[in-house]
């Protein structure tokens, strides 16, 4: 998909090629222009579900709404950002303050593109079912699903970039320089004397030759009568295992059951190994919903309740989601 489309359609670019969109934040290629693209176009499409949500009351609230819906995302995004480039300052990250908008930027668009989607079906209801209660709460979810989806496009970004090594690059840099296969080591070895069978007469002095053997294996031992017997190998010891000298090392990748005995197993996908930058990352998303339940509670009416008269905005009092419980009980 090519870079030049108009700024409406960048939606169409993130949904059939954002392997391009994260390779061009990772390369920091004309983020400038990505970002404006996508702001345009968010703003478009927030203003246009603005109007819908308006329009349960009055045309004068349509437009207000129009207004007021794209600033909702505009500020608490200009709230929450720095919080996100500081986050990832402090534990190490990579990532500029442009990459970090675009990143948001692409969550946002994808989250207003989707809203604007379901305005139809938001207008279907305003026409045949004009119920204050039952519109605000069908808003609300068509607002938190388009949220949802946008927030895993911005998880799958930061991964993107994290294996690009830009959120936890010491760990990216150590695993570059880490040896692609490891040569196993020799063996030690002890000089044993050797196993004599049944009935010969041992050899004694000079002429005795010790047999080398690798440390760990199954040693040949005469017993007092003259039988020879192995060295037991612990019951716990794989049969694969057996003979393996301890601490052997071996290619990265090789199967646990090769690993000789004695030797710890290597975790693969260890949880503790996810760099800080994600996990902030999710405590982040939760501040931002936060913010924004708020800041949208503070920049009220956006749907306008038809037994009050307009009003651009209103008193500060309550919250968000005491409103939301109190909708449902009514309902």
Not at 241 to 263: L, T
Not at 314 to 319: A, K, M, P, Q, V
Request: hydrophobic content about 50%; some cysteine.
């Amino acid at each position: 998909m090519s870079g030049d489309r108009p700024s409406p359609l960048v939606i169409e670019r993130i949904l059939r090629d954002r392997g391009s969109i994260w390779q061009q934040i990772v390369a920091e290629r004309d983020l400038n222009a990505l970002t404006v693209r996508m702001l345009s176009s968010s703003a478009i499409a927030l203003a246009c579900y603005g109007a819908v949500l308006g329009a349960f009351h009055s045309p004068l609230m349509a437009l207000t709404s129009a207004l007021k819906l794209p600033l909702l995302f505009l500020v608490t995004l200009a709230i929450c950002l720095p919080t996100l480039y500081l986050f990832n300052l402090v534990f190490g990250a990579r990532l500029s303050v442009r990459q970090s908008l675009a990143l948001v930027m692409v969550a946002i668009t994808v989250n207003s593109m989707l809203a604007v989607a379901f305005a139809p079906i938001s207008l279907f209801f305003l026409i045949t079912a004009p119920d204050y209660g039952f519109f605000k709460l069908l808003n609300v979810a068509i607002l938190t699903l388009s949220a949802v989806v946008g927030l895993r496009f911005l998880t799958g970004g930061m991964q993107v970039l994290n294996d690009h090594g830009l959120l936890a690059p010491e760990a990216a840099n150590a695993q570059a320089n880490a040896p692609v296969a490891v040569q196993a080591a020799p063996a030690p070895v002890q000089a044993v004397p050797a196993a004599v069978p049944a009935g010969a007469t041992p050899a004694t002095g000079q002429g005795a030759e010790p047999v080398a053997v690798p440390v760990g294996a199954a040693v040949a031992e005469s017993t007092p009568n003259g039988a020879a017997t192995a060295a037991p190998v612990p019951a716990h010891v794989p049969a694969q295992w057996a003979g393996q000298p301890v601490g052997a090392s071996f290619p990265p990748g090789a199967p646990v059951a090769q690993r000789p005995w004695g030797s710890p197993p290597v975790r693969r996908g260890d949880p503790s190994q996810r760099p800080a930058s994600m996990t902030l990352l999710y405590i982040w998303i939760l501040l931002f919903g936060f913010v924004g339940t708020q800041l949208a509670w503070t920049l009220r009416p956006f749907f306008g309740d038809p037994g009050q008269d307009f009003a651009f905005f209103r008193s500060i009092d309550g919250n968000f989601y005491a409103e939301i419980l109190r909708t449902i009980a009514n309902l």
